[in-house]
């Protein structure tokens, strides 16, 4: 196993943990752009205390590399329709592969955060990766002549450098934090096949706050061994309800 497979594993079991029961496991390899995977390993998950809301029968999701070593151990998403979506859309053997590495991805993605691993997401973002985040600014009180003043959604355009600033505040201050992801559709990019649209639905709870919220990342597959994001977009429920998602249709990419 990688050392940064086993700390991001450690990082994983101490907000979860579980167990398989199976005595041997005979699984297919799947070829993913930058080695192997093996899905579907059954778990059951063992709480740690009653914030954990998710199923505690799970599956597990093991990335290996050309030579046979770990790369990565998560557990999968728990919707398998979502999953099933993702990949079935897959029109070729090269989509496929990518289509696993996003899906791969997607279940990382959730686990750094989760993990407050910055060093992992440092590494997914390109250098100069547009960061996006939308805000609900709600009113405090009615107007003097007794209306109430309509929600204000406000955008937050950052940096990659900013962004993980920022974010590394506030991972510090959290005592408390699980992201959950669903509702994953996947869009290839029709003239430029390595760019791929991903937009999913996110829940963020932590031991102060929680919000509701759709993301859009934008992938690059053209080094297929480094996958990058360019575009990273948040918007809450309101928003999306009248703007809709965003999408590949709204960034100019050269």
């Not at 594993?9 to 907000?15: D, G, K, V």
């Not at 080695?35 to 390993?41: E, L």
């Not at 592969?97 to 990382?108: H, S, T, Y």
């Not at 390595?194 to 509701?212: E, F, R």
Request: net charge neutral; hydrophobic share 35%; glycine share 6%.
């Amino acid at each position: 196993m990688e050392p940064g497979a086993k700390a991001r594993l450690n990082a994983l079991w101490e907000n979860l943990h579980f167990i398989c029961e199976e005595p041997s496991i005979i699984s297919r390899c799947l070829n993913d752009a930058q080695g192997y995977q093996i899905r579907g390993v059954q778990i059951t998950v063992k709480p740690l205390d009653a914030s954990y809301t998710q199923s505690v029968n799970r599956e597990l999701t093991i990335s290996f590399n050309r030579t046979g070593i770990i790369t990565g151990v998560r557990p999968a998403m728990e919707n398998q329709e979502d999953v099933r979506k993702v990949l079935g859309d897959g029109s070729a053997v090269t989509d496929m592969a990518q289509r696993r590495e996003i899906l791969k991805f997607v279940e990382d993605f959730r686990c750094y955060y989760n993990e407050r691993d910055i060093s992992s997401l440092n590494k997914i973002y390109s250098e100069d990766a547009l960061i996006i985040t939308g805000s609900v600014i709600k009113p405090r009180k009615t107007g003097g002549d007794g209306r109430r003043f309509t929600n204000d959604v406000r955008y937050k355009v950052q940096n990659k450098q900013q962004y993980l600033q920022n974010l590394s505040a506030l991972f510090k201050r959290l005592k408390y934090l699980n992201v959950e992801f669903e509702r994953i559709t996947v869009t290839r990019n029709g003239s430029k096949p390595h760019l791929y649209g991903v937009k999913l639905h996110q829940k963020w709870s932590t031991s102060t706050y929680s919000d509701n919220g759709w993301l859009f990342l934008l992938w690059d597959f053209a080094d297929p061994d480094a996958p990058q994001i360019h575009v990273r977009s948040w918007q809450p429920d309101e928003m999306v309800a009248t703007d809709g998602v965003l999408s590949m249709d709204d960034f100019f990419m050269p």
